[in-house]
């Protein structure tokens, strides 16, 4: 083998093991969101998809309008990542968790179910207010994993950060 092939030697047959076995960390290779994604993700969080409305502005679950059903607390969730564009694209049927997914049901994509499967066993499905393509489900998720899971309780200022400036709201939330 020539002398300067050699010394690529070790390194190529490391990204061929990586390429033939996969990375030996699967978040390794993730790529981190943007920033723009991440504000996309929070317009879609908040505008299109309005999960304000049930998990509350600041994702712990308590929201501003009593008329729509109690969310989770999305900052203490221990979902991963696949789990929560699942439970986006899919919803919980039976507990007030819309499907994002405008085929969701249609086919057996969730949960191996169909609309008629879930209407057979008494589990209702509300409406989403507005489907979601999967890129924007991609960014909703990059949003709340920068921004909301398993970043603790709310603080001033995270607030400020949400809001762009500083609004009644944040006030009583400590520093």
């Known amino acids: 083998m020539p002398a300067r092939l050699y010394g690529l030697r070790a390194p190529l047959l490391a990204a061929l093991g990586v390429l033939l076995l996969g990375s030996p960390d699967p978040g390794a290779s993730a790529q981190q969101p943007t920033e723009a994604n991440i504000a996309s993700g929070m317009r879609i969080y908040r505008q299109k998809a309005d999960c304000q409305s049930c998990h509350g502005w600041a994702g712990d679950g308590r929201k501003m309008d009593n008329q729509m059903p109690d969310g989770a607390n999305l900052r203490t969730s221990t979902l991963d990542r696949e789990q929560l564009i699942f439970v986006i694209k899919c919803g919980l049927p039976g507990r007030d968790m ?3 997914d405008r085929l969701a049901y249609s086919d057996e994509r969730c949960l191996g ?6 209407r057979r066993m008494g589990l209702t499905l509300p409406d989403p207010a507005a489907t ?3 890129r924007e489900i991609d960014r ?3 949003f709340l994993f920068a921004k909301v899971i398993g970043q603790g309780p709310m603080d001033r200022a995270a607030c400020i950060d949400y809001w762009g400036s500083e609004v009644d709201v944040c006030a009583d939330l400590p520093r």
């Open 140 to 142: 909703l998720a990059d």
């Open 98 to 100: 819309p499907a994002f």
């Open 113 to 118: 179910r169909t609309r008629a499967d879930l």
């Open 132 to 134: 979601l393509q999967q």
